[in-house]
């Protein structure tokens, strides 16, 4: 219930309103000053539109860096909870095409998870308390709107961008707490979707017995959030971004922000038709593919870059192809124990390689010894740890690097899919072309006209996710999404598979282990894969939740 008014110097100004932590039980919350002597209350923040923009912006403050707690409100920290920098590094982490070289992500990594584990609560907690700092703040504009001191057209904006992050928030939590939704067309429980603020003993009564609904509830909740957000907020932001043209803000939420992201929920739904639908409000087309004139005047909003490095050209600027991404500045970053460059980079750039690139993936028969995203986006670590990194994050003595979650790459290849798994062969193999032959260049490696369509297709389309998105966050929620199908699972049955565990004194993973193409290297994996119908295969509701929410202590995930 604490309002928290801080001025950062730069371009981070922003208002902490409202910042109660809605993981109920959290020890740092446990004892809470209604009207602290150094802050702004409520009353002043909504009463001011300056002051009402900063707390806006704050928000999205709290959506790059909440706090960390190893030990349960003892020691707290940050280290970009939940999208500054975690939702990519634990993303990634859960899955088998990296490799955890040095034990920091261990427990996430070799799914050994328990209901007190520190990724397992600071993320639940993280994602809460922006989905309530969201909702406090949607009050107070809603308030202020209604009293004349902003216009209704300014209110409804700014409630589309909060409802925008708190859809963000609440679909990070049902990817990692709950079943998938295409297991069972969404019956499975899901998560609490908290959409009232925890600033009154009121509110606070309320979220101790909410319970988790089902998941199709979750997103039903999540599209309309969405839908909301298309319809209020603007096609671009101001922002200046290198290089030209010129491209929204990606570090607030747009009209085409929202729509990418239903596209990305129809994924997880499995609904293609209404996928491609949103996927058609972006992309125009039928060789090289842009957004439409609408979202950008005259000159496309989002298009694909020539390169994936062109992607990415480090630090805190942005592209065309950026749709949405979380900024980090030198100013205001995740830290060195989660910022991107120091998980992923090179040692050489004094990144730590924390995580660095599986053998699995490297040397994976569908990635090509010539593509691009090996030869310039990779690169071999000289010394301990010793392995192949991702060259995507480039700043390790900053951590200025922008969090990238969501390019006009993935709009593509979602739709793409959708598209393959709906008959359209052809124009799924173009989208598929489009990311894919910027980066191998070689046409004997192309995929030729009419070369693939049905099954085959939508595989290569998978594959292609895997190569493009490492480093990026997104393989857990294609792992969980994918595990229900026979056809696409990523092992039999579904679930997670073997993986590879870095050189924890076992000298499992050395610069010997990678070679394109060759999967005879890979043997031994220590950490045995995870079936979809193991108890790690999801991550339990925190003890400290269940502990003051006897709903959800009824409601835990099987076997914690």
């Known amino acids: 219930m604490k309002n928290i008014f801080s001025i950062i110097a730069g371009s981070r100004q922003r208002v902490l309103a409202a910042a109660f932590t809605a993981t ?23 009463n001011d539109p300056a002051r009402i923009a900063l707390a806006v912006a704050g928000v999205y403050n709290s959506a790059q860096s909440g706090f960390y707690d190893p030990l349960n409100g003892t020691a707290l920290g940050v280290r970009g909870y939940p999208f500054g920098a975690a939702s990519i590094d634990l993303g990634d982490a859960r899955g088998e095409d990296v490799t955890d070289m040095l034990g920091f992500f261990g427990i996430v990594f070799s799914n050994t998870v328990t209901t007190a584990s520190p990724n397992i609560v600071n993320m639940w907690s993280n994602c809460y308390a922006l989905a309530n700092q969201a909702n406090a703040t949607i009050e107070g504009v809603r308030k202020a709107a209604a009293a004349g001191i902003i216009t209704a057209a300014d209110a409804a904006v700014y409630e589309g961008e909060l409802r925008f992050l708190r859809a963000l928030a609440h679909h990070e939590l049902v990817l990692n707490y709950s079943r998938p939704f295409a297991e069972n067309g969404g019956t499975s429980p899901g998560v609490p979707y908290r959409d009232t603020p925890v600033n009154t003993i009121a509110g606070l009564e309320l979220a101790k017995t909410q319970g988790r609904g ?56 499995a609904n293609w038709t209404e996928l491609i639908k ?74 730590r390689s924390l995580l660095g690139v599986s053998p699995i993936l490297y040397n994976a028969p569908f990635f090509t010894c010539a593509d691009l995203r090996r030869t310039a986006m990779m690169v071999a670590n000289p010394a301990a740890p010793s392995c192949y ?91 969980s999404r994918l595990s229900s ?55 339990p509701i925190p003890a400290l939740e269940v502990g003051s929410n006897p709903t959800l202590a009824a409601q835990q995930n099987p076997g914690y």
């Open 278 to 351: 949103e996927g058609n409000k972006l992309i125009t087309g039928t060789t090289t593919f842009t957004s439409p004139a609408p979202f950008g005047g005259s000159t496309a909003q989002y298009q694909l870059m020539p390169t994936q490095r062109a992607a990415f050209p480090g630090g805190p600027v942005a592209t065309a192809e950026s749709v949405f991404s979380i900024e980090n500045s030198t100013a205001d970053n995740t830290g060195v124990n989660g910022g991107l460059s120091s998980v992923f980079a090179t040692t050489t750039i004094n990144g």
């Open 214 to 269: 089902t998941v199709a509830d979750v997103y039903t909740k999540i599209l309309a959030d969405l839908d909301y957000a298309e319809t209020n907020l603007p096609v671009t932001r101001t922002l200046a971004i290198t290089p030209a043209p010129p491209a929204p803000s990606v570090t607030r939420a747009t009209k085409g922000a929202a729509i990418a992201m239903k596209q990305i929920i129809r994924l997880h739904q």
């Open 485 to 539: 199908e026979p056809a696409f699972a990523p092992i039999p049955g579904g679930g997670i598979p073997a993986k590879f565990y870095g050189n924890l004194g076992s000298s499992q993973v050395s610069l010997a282990r990678y070679a394109c193409g060759n999967t005879g290297l890979l043997t031994g994996q220590l950490v045995s894969a995870t079936p979809a119908t193991a108890t790690q295969f999801l991550w």
């Open 389 to 479: 990194v991702i060259r995507k994050y480039t700043d390790p003595a900053n951590n200025s690097d922008f969090a990238p979650i969501i390019r006009y790459a993935e709009v593509i290849l979602n739709q793409a899919e959708a598209l393959a798994r709906t008959g359209n062969s052809p124009l799924a193999l173009s989208m598929l072309n489009a990311v894919r032959n910027r980066s191998v260049t070689t046409p004997a490696d192309q995929f030729a006209a009419g070369s693939l369509t049905g099954n085959a297709l939508v595989q290569a389309i998978l594959n292609e996710r895997r190569i493009e998105f490492v480093g990026e966050g997104k393989r857990w929620g294609d792992i």
């Open 24 to 46: 109920l039980g959290l020890g740092a919350c446990q004892v809470t000053d209604l009207q602290p002597k150094d802050v702004l209350s409520e009353t002043a923040v909504y």
